[in-house]
């Protein structure tokens, strides 16, 4: 699997393979694989072609999940992002409120049974997401501030009805400015750091 990989890097890989690699999406040397088709390696081999998305890398962000404080949570946004079986998962923008906050489409079946952990005490800082828990009637909804709160949770939430599942490494003024500029239906890619 190249996912995560360069175009370039992924490239590489391929031709000592004898594979013949089809870029799509950002095809320059320096995009992220965010997806590649056929994922399994028996497949690939059989085609002798994989066909690579490619994603501006200022669109991957590397995230730090709170594994021991929220457990339940963080098995929930690795399988609603694709996290639980990839390098690389994705979270699609449901609502934005510019300077605020970015929400993102969660699975409210899924967060059914999404029981209040890790919620906020004296506020929210910048760059922390959440997810609305089984509590609030927009369950499963994820949330990213863009400003601190020390009021409201990520995903818009009063501090009892959001969960606090990760952080981003770095909220850096261009990463800001970046989710900043998002709109409705924009995807943007995440990743564990190591």
């Given at each position: 699997m190249v996912v995560g990989k360069s175009q370039k890097e992924a490239e590489e890989f391929f031709e000592c393979e004898n594979i013949e690699q089809v870029r799509e999406g950002n095809k320059n040397d320096d995009a992220i694989v965010a997806d590649q088709e056929p994922a399994l390696t028996m497949e690939i081999v059989d085609r002798g072609t994989v066909r690579t998305v490619g994603v501006d890398a200022k669109?991957?962000?590397?995230?730090?999940?709170?594994?021991?404080?929220?457990?339940?949570?963080?098995?929930?946004?690795?399988?609603?992002?694709?996290?639980?079986?990839?390098?690389?998962?994705?979270?699609?923008?449901?609502?934005?409120?510019?300077?605020?906050?970015?929400?993102?489409?969660?699975?409210?079946?899924?967060?059914?049974?999404?029981?209040?952990?890790?919620?906020?005490?004296?506020?929210?800082?910048?760059?922390?997401?959440?997810?609305?828990?089984?509590?609030?009637?927009?369950?499963?909804?994820?949330?990213?501030?863009?400003?601190?709160?020390?009021e409201y949770g990520p995903t818009g939430e009063s501090f009892d009805g959001a969960n606090l599942v990760l952080s981003l490494s770095s909220i850096t003024p261009s990463k800001l400015s970046f989710l900043s500029k998002l709109k409705e239906g924009d995807v943007i890619y995440v990743k564990e750091k190591v």
């Open positions: 669109g991957v962000f590397e995230v730090e999940l709170y594994h021991t404080e929220a457990p339940k949570t963080v098995w929930y946004f690795k399988k609603i992002t694709g996290l639980i079986n990839r390098p690389i998962g994705n979270l699609k923008v449901y609502f934005t409120a510019p300077g605020m906050l970015v929400l993102f489409h969660g699975n409210a079946d899924e967060a059914g049974t999404l029981v209040p952990e890790n919620l906020p005490k004296d506020g929210v800082k910048k760059g922390i997401l959440g997810v609305t828990n089984m509590s609030r009637s927009n369950r499963g909804i994820m949330g990213i501030r863009l400003n601190d709160s020390k």
